[in-house]
């Protein structure tokens, strides 16, 4: 049962243009919820978060929307730059007591690439 | 400010044995996590750790165990390796989970 869903495996956009990533999840009790990039070799790296109470978070070149009713989000990357070519996860916690709430659920992931 | 440093970065073993993996946690943060990231997948849960206790398991055997330290360092323990135990196992410390988790670069287990 895959709680989070990345459904696209890769993408590619050219430099300059903006990146969208979806995200979809299945449990509502899922209130907070991150994107981490991740190049290889390399453990992940926290991106941009937000909580189950905004619909939009912004930090510099990266938005996150949260559509609750949807169970959907989304990462805008503006502008795209090839040094963000990475594989990036969705991941989501919350909705356990105690400890399990630090759990994060992750997503399978989406290589970006984006091209000179 | 120190970030999540993992040991060893690379490991081969043999179906059967125990291997022991190491993490420090970064400065201020209470909370290890472990997590395993088979290829190809997502990182999953293994189990969490808070001031020395476990508080949070995945569905992992319990044969997947570990240790947190007075300093907040970690182990994770598996016993009776198995070939499907070949993955990226990612060790991740927090203080609070709105305050972002921080991950180590991995140990790469490979069970031949």
């Known amino acids: 049962d895959q709680q989070v869903k990345q459904n696209s495996p890769s993408l590619s956009v050219q430099e300059g243009r903006i990146s969208i990533l979806n995200c979809d999840y299945t449990n509502s009790m899922f209130d907070y919820f991150l994107w981490y990039k991740k190049y290889p070799a390399e453990g992940p790296t926290f991106l941009i978060s937000?909580?189950?109470?905004?619909d939009k978070n912004e930090d510099g070149r990266f938005t996150v929307f949260l559509n609750k009713s949807a169970k959907h989000l989304s990462l805008h990357i503006v502008p795209s730059q090839p040094g963000d070519s990475a594989v990036y996860f969705c991941a989501a916690s919350g909705g356990n007591s105690g400890g399990s709430n630090y759990k994060l659920t992750f997503g399978k992931g989406t290589l970006l690439t984006v091209n000179p | 400010e120190t970030g999540v440093t993992q040991s060893p970065t690379h490991l081969i073993k043999t179906r059967g044995q125990q291997v022991t993996l190491r993490c420090s946690s970064q400065s201020g943060h209470n909370t290890v996590s472990w997590y395993q990231q088979a290829l190809g997948q997502g990182p999953q849960f293994i189990f969490q750790?808070?001031?020395?206790?476990?508080?949070g398991r995945g569905n992992f055997p319990p044969r997947f165990s570990g240790l947190q330290f007075p300093n907040y360092s970690s182990e994770l323990n598996v016993n009776a390796l198995e070939l499907d135990d070949s993955a990226l196992y990612l060790c991740?410390?927090?203080?609070?989970?709105?305050?972002?988790?921080?991950f180590g670069s991995g140990t790469r287990l490979t069970v031949v």
């Open positions: 937000i909580s189950s109470i905004k």
């Open positions: 991740a410390s927090s203080f609070d989970r709105f305050y972002g988790y921080t």
């Open positions: 750790y808070y001031r020395e206790e476990e508080n």
